[in-house]
């Protein structure tokens, strides 16, 4: 082929690949065009409601395709990749997972790695529900390569963050306000958790207790659309293996009640564990002085280490808990060391106390190195051999009435609930997963005791804890959360008048009278703040002339009480008014005037939002 021909083909085909961008470019704009021109014709509650089922549809959708995709990479690499021992594949593919997602953010996402719950919560309260559009599609891609290829986490929190990113991006190409906003993110959310275990009503108690924690609503219509149609998807597309189902239990029998009432403690105990396990991971690669890549090198060959020790850590490990549920324990052991050994009993419970211990270690090692997942299935995981466990143990004691798979399914809600700080989620997740509504009484019972025993540890989630302090997300205490919507540079009072430090009384009675204020700003001659002049400061000699020319303004200024920085939030703000009982203070940054900001400026700005936000 000559030059020409080369060069003439590659226009074709440049030419062809603009006009295809144009042409869905046109597309868009004109389904844009359809929904604005609903928009407007529509009353906010029905638009609301239509923006709900597409929300829905669409997270639903996102939900189903990551689901699908990490289904299909499993039996790719099951089924069609062989190596001559499982110790390789064990060892091959978690590391694979880790070191690839880190290489995609680095290559891809511009190192972007803030990721899983605490990014929602987080851009909710100080990024007024605007999420990046980037999340409507990396967490996918990143979340689908680690727990494809292995990686010991879980898919739901970046589903839940993928759809959050979809609710609130199509929220702002309709110009919604921050209570719809919000209210989108959350469906979106919703969609992608009730997707993801076929459980509508445990994706509504997920936006309820985690994500609008402190935020006030009463239109509930949007999550409940969009709930349903994340629950249809999943249960019209996926295939019984790819959804979280689990069908064989016992009737609940009342004199079991104190067993699960042990359960529940122990839920507790191992919730608190498996929380102080992530921080102390979280802090070890934090204050890691290693390149991205380097930590995820490192985390990969942890991982892929426990995974060929004990392979039910290997990828979400669902199956496994599904082999427990179903009275099948022996079969967690088949690619294990431990099937060269004679089978006992004590060897089955040592196996699983094993794997339900350093499951803690394997998914914050999988998170905190470098892949994307979260703490969900991890969590389940968790929960259900350590019922299992429990249950093995009992039945050891001589209690052959104990019903192991019953315990295995309580246990998964019990450690939830302690772990997310999310008792409903853990109680209807599990209900809904299992038809099991039959077991709410120990489902409550189990959740209800762990969920208190965490709370009695840590009043808000470890996991959001230094948030929580900083003031970068919401908690229960709503007036500070109105405080943080307000932004510093709306309260900032920058029409100041502002007078040299070696300026005359004369010069500073003449800036009185042009002006309104009752506070007056000092600068030297670098232009650096030096100070502040009250009307208060000079109102005994304002009216002699004698004193005009002789007093100088370095007399008569004074250091301002306290001092903002552009970097204090409001709460911290007001703190610093009512220790000092002043009602103007200075906003200066690198020792320059930027402003004022008065106490009457943020009350008058927050009881505009409380009447906003208020149901009132």
């Known amino acids: 082929m000559s030059k020409f021909s080369r060069l003439r083909k590659y226009h074709h085909f440049f030419r062809f690949k603009k006009d295809f961008e144009q042409n869905s470019l046109r597309r868009a704009k004109s389904y844009e065009l359809v929904l604005h021109w609903l928009h407007g014709k529509m009353n906010r509650q029905q638009f609301l409601l239509l923006s709900g089922i597409l929300v829905g549809c669409s997270a639903g959708l996102a939900g189903v395709v990551l689901k699908s995709l990490v289904h299909y990479i499993h039996y790719v690499i099951t089924y069609k990749v062989h190596f001559q021992t499982q110790v390789i594949f064990y060892l091959v593919f978690p590391f694979l997972g880790i070191v690839l997602t880190t290489l995609v953010v680095i290559w891809f996402f511009k190192g972007q790695s803030r990721k899983g719950i605490p990014a929602i919560l987080h851009e909710i309260a100080l990024n007024s529900s605007l999420i990046p559009p980037v999340?409507?599609?990396?967490?996918?891609?990143?979340?689908?390569?680690t727990v494809g290829l292995g990686g010991s986490a879980g898919l739901e929190s970046p589903i839940?963050?993928?759809?959050?990113?979809?609710?609130?991006?199509f929220a702002r190409t309709y110009h919604l306000g921050y209570k719809e906003r919000?209210?989108?993110?959350a469906a979106g959310a919703t969609a992608g958790i009730a997707a993801a275990f076929n459980a509508p009503i445990a994706g509504m108690m997920f936006a309820f207790e985690i994500l609008l924690t402190g935020v006030v609503f009463s239109d509930f219509m949007p999550l409940i659309v969009a709930a349903v149609c994340g629950s249809l998807l999943s249960k019209i597309i996926l295939q019984e293996e790819a959804l979280f189902h689990f069908e064989s239990r016992v009737a609940f029998n009342y004199h079991n009640v104190p067993y699960y009432i042990a359960l529940g403690i122990i839920s507790g105990f191992y919730a608190r564990y498996y929380v102080v396990i992530s921080k102390k991971i979280e802090q070890f690669f934090h204050h890691l002085k290693w390149t991205a890549l380097q930590r995820a090198i490192l985390g990969g060959i942890l991982v892929s280490a426990l995974c060929v020790a004990l392979p039910p850590l290997f990828g979400e490990g669902y199956t496994s808990v599904k082999s427990l549920a179903s009275g099948n324990g022996?079969?967690?052991?088949?690619?294990?060391?431990?099937?060269?050994?004679p089978m006992q009993s004590w060897m089955l419970l040592a196996f699983t106390g094993?794997?339900?211990?350093?499951?803690?270690?394997?998914?914050s090692v999988t998170i905190q190195s470098g892949g994307n997942g979260g703490n969900f299935a991890p969590s389940l995981f968790a929960g259900g051999f350590l019922g299992f466990f429990y249950a093995m143990v009992c039945q050891q004691m001589g209690l052959t009435n104990i019903p192991v798979t019953n315990f295995v399914i309580v246990g998964m809600a019990g450690v939830m609930a302690g772990v997310m700080y999310a008792p409903l989620t853990a109680i209807f997740l599990i209900a809904e997963s299992s038809s099991g509504y039959d077991l709410f009484i120990p489902l409550m019972i189990v959740s209800t005791i762990s969920f208190l025993m965490a709370k009695w540890f840590s009043p808000i989630s470890p996991e959001l804890q230094e948030l929580a302090k900083?003031?970068?997300?919401?908690?229960?205490?709503?007036?500070?959360?109105?405080?943080?919507?307000?932004?510093?540079?709306?309260?900032?009072?920058?029409?100041?008048?502002?007078?040299?430090?070696?300026?005359?009384?004369?010069?500073l009675i003449e800036l009185v009278k042009e002006g309104h204020r009752n506070i007056i700003a000092v600068i030297n001659h670098q232009q650096l703040f030096a100070g502040i002049i009250t009307l208060d400061d000079i109102r005994p000699i304002m009216f002699n002339p004698e004193l005009y020319d002789i007093v100088t303004v370095k007399k008569l200024m004074q250091a301002p009480p306290a001092v903002v920085s552009l970097k204090d939030?409001?709460?911290?703000?007001?703190?610093?008014?009512?220790?000092v009982q002043a009602w103007n203070l200075p906003v200066v940054q690198d020792k320059r005037l930027i402003g004022f900001i008065s106490k009457s400026s943020i009350l008058n700005k927050y009881r505009l939002l409380l009447q906003e936000y208020s149901e009132g």
């Open 160 to 169: 839940a963050v993928t759809g959050a990113a979809l609710g609130s991006n």
């Open 135 to 145: 999340k409507m599609y990396s967490q996918i891609l990143q979340s689908a390569i």
């Open 354 to 363: 094993c794997v339900c211990l350093l499951k803690a270690l394997a998914a």
């Open 470 to 507: 900083e003031g970068k997300v919401f908690t229960r205490a709503h007036d500070k959360n109105i405080l943080l919507l307000l932004k510093m540079e709306d309260v900032i009072e920058k029409d100041v008048q502002i007078i040299t430090i070696d300026a005359t009384l004369r010069q």
């Open 569 to 579: 939030n409001i709460d911290t703000v007001i703190k610093k008014f009512d220790d």
């Open 330 to 341: 022996e079969a967690i052991l088949q690619n294990s060391f431990f099937r060269y050994l």
């Open 182 to 185: 919000t209210l989108l993110l």
